[in-house]
């Protein structure tokens, strides 16, 4: 059985930790979109481990991961990530990582774009991780990208990364910037390039190889859907495909290798960066810092938090076709006595169950609240349905039958072994 595991949210809902546990019984993990904008925590014992392009199949010994062409891919950023990994005991070699040919390769000047087109912004910034997401993609989609099949021939890269130079520079040149040279360019990567060149081939007829052969493959989610390009709240999203069809052209694979889409989400709401959060609640946020939770995984910031929103989770399962969901953080609301979750926006007097395309609505949506009674016990040490509270359970049950799929999965701690299978 082949699963896609997407966020339903703004990211960060625990799809590390979800596709950790699943890996156990898979064989292939696959990447298909995002790059180092991405963190996934997995804690296993005493261990914790933050990936951002290794898929989070990686701590399994014999799983074959793969970073897929849809992947950006920052390869200074991943030389880093695997040191830090192999420091923590983790063996990665060419058995159990791979990488495609075609990912797009993120280049020092994206990140100083990324960066420059975030202050000319003003106002209007989006919050972005600043790791050069929104360039690359954006050069691969005007094709002045470079892949990592044209770094592997140097005089070629060099050549082509002057072309975009011409132009990039003036932008830099204009703001005040320092300027790039092709040369330098190349010298700051040429390390971490030949350090993943034995990794780096064509992953396509890979992962079909494993699909004819009925392995199971696990596609691995960044970021969220509310951050997809088409169905997030734009302007306020990452630049590519993170719901349901971006795990298929970020890998190769087809929509028939597909057989269940697992969506993870809190049981609450968080968001990273700027944009329209309407359940978002100051109180919650200052309890759950207070605890020591929700800073991102890959730029320390607090993440705005808020109720669970339903109008979010309703569509982000119509459009990722949701079959199962993994509700993560179960245990971050046990000590509340009461729980809202919000069922619909009212704009301008009407309700609405589905978000809203234009900007300024989503300033003007109010979310329309239906309370539940909390639990007020700890949910940490919960192994099965049945140790849950009664309140917990009329909770996810309710929030299941709002959302229009079954719970499959419940989170009550980050660690491995806090995963409830239903
Ligand atoms: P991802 O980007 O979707 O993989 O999620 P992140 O790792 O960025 O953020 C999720 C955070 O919640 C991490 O700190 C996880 O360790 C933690 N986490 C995941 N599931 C649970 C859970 O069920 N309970 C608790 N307490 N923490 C969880
Ligand atoms: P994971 O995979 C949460 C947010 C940024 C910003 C917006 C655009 O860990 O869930 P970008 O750098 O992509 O151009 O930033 O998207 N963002 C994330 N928020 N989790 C993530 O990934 C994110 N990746 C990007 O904060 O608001
Ligand atoms: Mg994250």
């Keep these: 059985m082949n699963t896609i595991v997407n966020g339903l949210q703004w990211g960060d809902e625990?799809?590390?930790?979800?596709?950790?546990?699943?890996?156990?019984?898979?064989?292939?993990?696959v990447r298909g979109q995002g790059g180092n904008n991405a963190g996934h925590t997995v804690i296993v014992g005493d261990r914790k481990y933050v990936l951002h392009l290794v898929p989070s199949g990686i701590l399994w010994p014999d799983k074959r991961n793969i970073i897929g062409n849809g992947v950006v891919l920052d390869p200074v950023g991943l030389v880093e990530e695997i040191e830090t990994l192999e420091g923590q005991g983790v063996a990665i070699t060419p058995d159990n990582l791979l990488i495609s040919d075609r990912a797009h390769v993120v280049l020092p000047y994206h990140r100083d774009l990324d960066a420059a087109q975030e202050e000319a912004r003003g106002k209007f910034a989006i919050g972005t991780t600043r790791r050069g997401i929104g360039p690359t993609y954006s050069d691969k989609a005007t094709r002045c990208?470079?892949?990592?099949?044209?770094l592997m021939d140097a005089d070629l890269a060099h050549?082509?990364?002057d072309v975009r130079l011409a132009e990039a520079n003036q932008i830099f040149t204009a703001r005040g910037l320092p300027t790039h040279d092709a040369a330098e360019v190349m010298k700051r990567v040429a390390a971490a390039l030949e350090r993943l060149r034995p990794h780096i081939t064509n992953t396509i007829p890979v992962l079909h190889?494993?699909?004819?052969?009925?392995?199971?493959?696990?596609?691995?989610?960044?970021?969220?859907?509310?951050?997809?390009?088409?169905?997030g709240t734009y302007p306020f999203v990452t630049s590519s495909n993170t719901t349901a069809g971006g795990a298929c052209t970020g890998s190769g694979l087809p929509p028939t290798a597909v057989d269940r889409v697992i969506g993870v989400c809190k049981a609450y709401t968080t968001r990273v960066g700027e944009g329209p959060f309407v359940t978002e609640n100051e109180e919650i946020g200052d309890y759950l810092h207070g605890l020591g939770r929700e800073f991102g995984a890959t730029t320390g910031r607090p993440r705005r938090c808020g109720w669970l929103d339903i109008v979010l989770l309703r569509f982000a399962c119509m459009v990722n076709g949701v079959t199962d969901l993994a509700v993560t953080n179960l245990d971050g609301l046990?000590?509340?006595?009461?729980?809202q979750v919000c069922t619909s926006y009212r704009i301008d007097g009407i309700e609405h169950p589905f978000p809203p395309a234009e900007r300024e609505a989503w300033n003007r949506a109010e979310p329309v609240y239906e309370s539940h009674p909390g639990w007020r016990q700890d949910t940490s040490a919960c192994r099965t349905w049945d140790d849950l509270p009664e309140a917990a359970r009329a909770y996810l049950t309710r929030l299941?039958?709002?959302?229009?799929?079954?719970?499959?999965?419940?989170?009550?701690g980050p660690d491995r072994a806090q995963t409830i299978l239903l």
């Design 159 to 161: 050549e082509l990364i």
């Design 14 to 29: 625990g799809k590390g930790k979800i596709v950790d546990f699943l890996t156990e019984s898979a064989d292939v993990v």
């Design 209 to 231: 190889e494993a699909w004819q052969a009925g392995k199971e493959i696990l596609f691995e989610g960044a970021q969220g859907s509310f951050l997809d390009i088409d169905f």
């Design 145 to 150: 990208g470079l892949r990592l099949a044209d």
């Design 400 to 412: 299941a039958t709002l959302a229009g799929a079954r719970v499959s999965y419940v989170g009550i």
């Design 334 to 339: 046990d000590e509340r006595e009461e729980i």
